[in-house]
């Protein structure tokens, strides 16, 4: 049976993000949580630390525990080769194999990412439902590991995020299609929903002595 036209429309989004990082993900090697804790002690300095703040332009650093490792593997991939505009991620990013991507991901994501087990909290913006819930789901929680969770993220850093896809200081194609449909009003509603949503995620504290 052929699926209506409404069902086609959601699960193009989904069929062709999958396409553009499926791949990468599938053949990723398993990553080793105690090796990426010996690797990712420089990450600690800013991801380590909660509410920590990038310096310019100033907005939050990304909580990652609870996190798709396969997705930070491959954010990280994107600092690599630049399609993501960062100096330090990029320096950083520029010295890591893909095997010590996949070891600090894990390290960083936590033994368990989080799953869509909470209802939506609030009325969800239009364009959530519109652009957005497809691949990230109702509440945040991204859909399969190829998606990032947007659930309990630092708003700042979200509007930040999809404002560099609009802009072009991220470079994924699908994104910066969606990104482009949005007002800076949308982008701050968008990142202010996400945000208040369960389960969050959370930073990976620092240790006071390492």
């Known amino acids: 049976m052929m699926p209506?036209?409404?069902?086609?429309?959601?699960?193009?989004?989904?069929?062709?993000?999958?396409?553009?990082?499926?791949?990468?993900?599938?053949?990723?090697?398993?990553?080793?949580?105690?090796?990426?804790?010996?690797?990712?002690?420089?990450?600690?300095?800013?991801?380590?630390?909660?509410?920590?703040?990038?310096?310019?332009?100033?907005?939050?650093?990304?909580?990652?525990?609870?996190?798709?490792?396969?997705?930070?593997?491959?954010?990280?991939?994107?600092?690599?080769?630049r399609e993501r505009s960062h100096g330090t991620m990029y320096a950083q990013a520029s010295s890591l194999s893909d095997q010590d991507m996949a070891d600090i991901a894990a390290y960083f994501a936590g033994p368990a990412t989080l799953e869509a087990s909470?209802?939506?909290?609030?009325?969800?913006?239009?364009?959530?439902?519109?652009?957005?819930?497809?691949?990230?789901?109702?509440n945040g929680v991204g859909i399969t590991a190829d998606f990032p969770t947007l659930s309990g993220q630092h708003a700042d850093y979200l509007e930040r995020s999809l404002d560099e896809y609009r802009k072009g200081g991220r470079k994924n194609p699908i994104m910066s299609g969606f990104a482009a449909q949005l007002t800076d009003a949308d982008l701050r509603e968008i990142a202010r929903y996400y945000a208040q949503q369960q389960p969050k995620l959370r930073a990976l504290i620092r240790p006071a002595f390492l």
Request: some cysteine; glycine content about 12%; charged content about 10%.
């Open 4 to 81: 209506s036209m409404s069902f086609a429309r959601v699960l193009l989004p989904v069929f062709v993000l999958g396409l553009v990082f499926g791949a990468a993900g599938t053949a990723q090697a398993a990553g080793d949580a105690q090796r990426g804790k010996l690797l990712g002690y420089t990450c600690l300095g800013c991801h380590g630390v909660e509410n920590y703040k990038n310096a310019y332009p100033m907005y939050s650093v990304p909580r990652l525990v609870g996190q798709h490792p396969d997705y930070l593997v491959a954010a990280l991939k994107a600092y690599r080769t």
């Open 118 to 138: 909470a209802p939506a909290m609030g009325t969800a913006p239009a364009k959530v439902a519109q652009l957005c819930s497809s691949c990230h789901g109702a």
